[in-house]
């Protein structure tokens, strides 16, 4: 597997990849915009092959499912942009949440897990996937705690439902944990995922997640290595699947926050005997 994250002041190719040499990523998120240049595009692909750097994703973080049409319309053009960005860079994969149907893009809503929120989100992921028909990347969906995908299973769902070779499975297992029953027991949540679901993963984020001694519940995001969040478990799923694929840290405050969270990732791997490329 790769280890990877946001790559800070870079300016050309050149940067960019001595930037990402000195954090020790081997995978990077996309380092181009839709509406860059075809040949500054490709300069950083090539940078990207000399190096040995997968480009592990191109993000959209955007609300597709918005009530508001204007919103909705506008959020799907922007999907289709992103997928044809990442088919153009060979990305692993494109990736978006499914959205909400309330105003807050990636929110709860009481909406969110009934049957035509379903059939919504695979209306809508044929719509973008059948616009771009890529052929060197996949559009995923990242793994929520109130939106599908929620689970294995709702993703097994979709990936049926949809029924497009080109939507693929992008895992954050952090994001599935939203009960203190998933929380302690998030070892076999992340085995049970990777079993169902392992052929079709295509991209990971690394986070961690602590459960307070607060009532009723509260869940907080955290820094990898700080929560309760079984990496050994984690690394030796992904360890199991295609070699290349990415573990992308994300949502940290700076360059400090991402050499700890890189640094416990690569001691959890040590003591597994795993390799992180």
Not at 137 to 158: F, G, N, Q, R, V
Not at 175 to 189: A, K
Request: proline content about 5%.
């Amino acid at each position: 597997m790769r280890l990877g994250g946001p790559a800070f002041k870079y300016s050309d190719p050149t940067s960019w990849i001595s930037c990402l040499r000195r954090y020790g990523y081997s995978a990077a998120y996309c380092p181009v915009e839709s509406d860059d240049d075809d040949a500054i595009i490709r300069t950083y692909v090539d940078a990207a092959g000399e190096a040995d750097v997968v480009i592990a994703e191109v993000g959209v973080w955007n609300n597709p499912l918005s009530q508001d049409q204007e919103v909705r319309l506008k959020a799907l053009r922007k999907c289709q942009e992103q997928l044809l960005l990442a088919d153009r860079v060979g990305a692993s994969c494109c990736v978006n949440i499914a959205g909400s149907r309330g105003e807050q893009w990636d929110g709860p809503h009481p909406d969110n897990f009934t049957e035509e929120t379903f059939d919504l989100i695979v209306e809508t992921v044929q719509e973008i996937i059948d616009a771009v028909k890529p052929t060197h990347t996949c559009y995923t969906l990242e793994t929520m705690p109130w939106i599908y995908p929620d689970s294995a299973d709702s993703y097994l769902s979709l990936i049926k439902a949809i029924n497009r070779k080109e939507f693929a499975v992008h895992f954050d297992p952090t994001n599935l944990i939203c009960s203190p029953q998933r929380y302690y027991g998030n070892r076999d949540l992340i085995h049970e995922f990777c079993t169902k679901l392992g052929p079709y993963i295509k991209s990971c984020h690394a986070k961690d997640v602590i459960l307070h001694e607060k009532f009723l519940v509260h869940l907080e995001e955290i820094r990898p290595g700080l929560g309760g969040l079984d990496y050994g478990t984690f690394l030796t799923e992904m360890n199991g699947m295609d070699p290349n694929i990415p573990i992308m840290l994300e949502h940290l405050s700076g360059e400090e926050e991402y050499s700890m969270a890189a640094s416990y990732i690569r001691s959890v791997a040590r003591n597994t005997q795993i390799t992180i490329r």
